[in-house]
């Protein structure tokens, strides 16, 4: 399993960016899907998540009404569209997939795979 992702950079406070994650190696639609992001200096957390039938999505409090997860089961895509960005948005953002039909563990370590990260920097 391979994940690659990309679209991070810098915006103003305000902006917006989409990231993207592309999956190669796995069954789409059987494994959960997540974003965790990571300041510097502090511990890797979850951003938000969706389980592999796609029923189910779980957002972080500090994103819910700004970031929108969402995937192309037949590009095999993941993307996080992160509106009104903040400053405390700053982070590099991975993207991360483990086996799971029905939930959406908020765990790093329940997580088998992980993308190389992306750099997301808002300056206010």
């Known amino acids: 399993v391979q994940l690659q992702a990309c679209g991070g950079g810098s915006v103003q406070a305000g902006g917006s960016l989409r990231l993207s994650c592309a999956v190669s190696g796995e069954t789409f639609n059987a494994y959960a899907m997540s974003w965790f992001r990571q300041a510097p200096g502090k511990e890797r957390v979850f951003v938000c998540g969706?389980?592999?039938?796609?029923?189910?999505?779980s957002y972080a409090d500090s994103v819910k009404g700004r970031f929108t997860l969402s995937r192309d089961t037949a590009k095999t895509m993941l993307y996080l569209q992160m509106n009104d960005l903040k400053p405390e948005d700053t982070a590099v953002y991975y993207c991360?997939?483990?086996?799971?039909?029905?939930?959406?563990?908020?765990?790093?370590?329940?997580?088998?795979?992980w993308g190389q990260g992306t750099q997301v920097t808002v300056s206010s």
């Open positions: 991360a997939s483990r086996p799971g039909v029905v939930t959406v563990p908020t765990a790093r370590d329940k997580y088998d795979y």
């Open positions: 969706i389980s592999g039938s796609g029923s189910r999505t």
